[in-house]
Structure formats: structure tokens, C-alpha cells
């Protein structure tokens, strides 16, 4: 049984390009949550998905940012214009049903140059 | 307001030696409590959880958590340390309604022989 799976592992953006990062949550698995977590900071929630729903983007930033998880496929999180400020391991959980635990993926590390 | 405060930045032990790391909670309604380990550059990966019940829990690794209704803490300990436990340890609180986890900052573990 797959864990959460994460891609890429690694990106470099130059400021002002598009980030696209996926999540494929483990099977079984409709719930999907995205944290940023910055150098010597702990995981600050973002976003809570369910299949084509966005529950709870509280966490996000309002502009700039979007995350989708389509009927097929995994879920993205996508960065627009991307600033320096944006540097920062991003990890995706999912969970088997809410308020249930998470189980989170390798992470993606977006550098901006 | 949920928070979740881990007091201890960092912490050295020698092998062999004993380890308790400290986790206070606030949160309005009875918390899951979560300790998730994460190696550089890896994601996180669960040791242990309290959703309710038996208020000491175990988890992988050997390691153990106990839940302390009146002092609102989720402590972590085990009774002898590994070199291969060094990593960055956190604290999370989970909604038993609603979706978001809460992090702590963490608490990095060095291990000298």
C-alpha cells in the first residue's frame, strides 16, 4: 500500500514563473491537506481538500495561490508569480475520513531564485 | 485559540540515556493529540496518537506519550535513546471536529555517543 506520494521532490523557480506541485494521497484516501513549512518553523496548515470540494482554505494565501483536487488525478497546489517568500517545504496528508489521522508525503522543496 | 507550544528548541542526550519531550496544548474541546518524527529532508512519518481512551499510549520506536488532561500536555518519552533517533520531533493537536491539525515548532533531538 502506497504512502502519500509527492512530486516533484525538488523545484527551482525563478521569481515571477508558475509552481505546480502534486499530491497523490494513499488509497482509500479522500481527504487531502496541504502545510507550507518554513526553515526553523513547524507545518502551518493551508488548505483542506475533498474530492473536487475545497472545504477549508483558511490557511492560504488569498492571492497568488489556488489547490484543486480533481474527480481524477491528484491533487495541485499551485503557486503564480512566484516570490522568494515563497520558499519553503510544502507537504501534503491525507486522511481516510475527517478528524481522522494524517499521514503526510515526502514534501516538495520549492526554491525561488 | 488552538496553539500548540513544544518549550524545548533543542535538546542533546547521550545514547542510552533517557528523553522526555514536552508538548502543551490549548484547544476548546478534547483534543487528538499527535508526535510525528521527521528526518532531514524526509516528510513526517506518525509515532504515536491519543484520540481517547487509556490516557498513556505507545507507539513505534519504542517510544511513549501520556496525555495530561490538567496540565494540558502530550509528552513524549523513551526509556533509552538511539543514535537513530536524532531527528526533529512535533507536536501537532487535531480537531475531533473540523479539519485543521495545529504544529508545534518543533524540538530537534541531537544524540551523542
Known amino acids: 500500500n502506497a504512502g502519500v506520494m509527492q512530486n516533484p521532490r525538488h523545484l527551482v523557480r525563478r521569481r515571477g514563473q508558475e509552481a505546480r506541485l502534486r499530491c497523490s494521497p494513499m488509497?482509500?484516501?479522500?481527504?487531502v491537506y496541504w502545510y507550507r513549512q518554513l526553515p526553523e518553523e513547524g507545518l502551518k496548515f493551508m488548505v483542506y481538500?475533498?474530492?473536487?470540494?475545497?472545504?477549508?482554505e483558511s490557511g492560504m494565501p488569498k492571492e497568488r495561490f489556488s489547490a484543486e483536487f480533481p474527480k481524477e488525478g491528484p491533487s495541485i497546489l499551485r503557486i503564480q508569480q512566484v516570490v522568494r517568500g515563497d520558499s519553503a517545504a510544502y507537504f501534503c496528508?491525507?486522511?481516510?475520513?475527517?478528524?481522522?489521522?494524517?499521514?503526510f508525503g515526502p514534501g516538495t522543496r520549492l526554491t525561488v531564485l | 485559540a488552538q496553539s500548540v507550544t513544544q518549550p524545548d528548541i533543542h535538546i542533546t542526550v547521550s545514547e542510552g540515556a533517557s528523553l522526555e519531550l514536552r508538548c502543551n496544548y490549548s484547544?476548546?474541546?478534547?483534543?487528538?493529540l499527535f508526535w510525528y518524527v521527521q528526518s532531514p529532508g524526509q516528510g513526517l512519518q506518525l509515532l504515536l496518537k491519543?484520540?481517547?481512551?487509556?490516557?498513556l499510549v505507545q507507539g513505534i520506536k519504542g517510544f511513549e506519550a501520556e496525555f495530561k488532561r490538567s496540565q494540558s500536555s502530550f509528552n513524549l518519552r523513551k526509556p533509552s535513546v538511539h543514535w537513530s533517533d536524532a531527528a526533529e520531533y512535533f507536536c501537532?493537536?487535531?480537531?475531533?471536529?473540523?479539519?485543521?491539525?495545529?504544529f508545534g515548532t518543533g524540538t530537534s533531538l541531537t544524540v551523542i555517543p
Open positions: 496528508a491525507s486522511s481516510p475520513e475527517v478528524a481522522d489521522t494524517q499521514y
Open positions: 488509497k482509500g484516501h479522500s481527504h
Open positions: 481538500l475533498q474530492k473536487e470540494n475545497i472545504i477549508d
Open positions: 484547544y476548546g474541546a478534547t483534543p487528538y
Open positions: 491519543y484520540f481517547s481512551g487509556d490516557t
Open positions: 501537532a493537536v487535531g480537531p475531533n471536529t473540523g479539519n485543521q491539525f495545529y
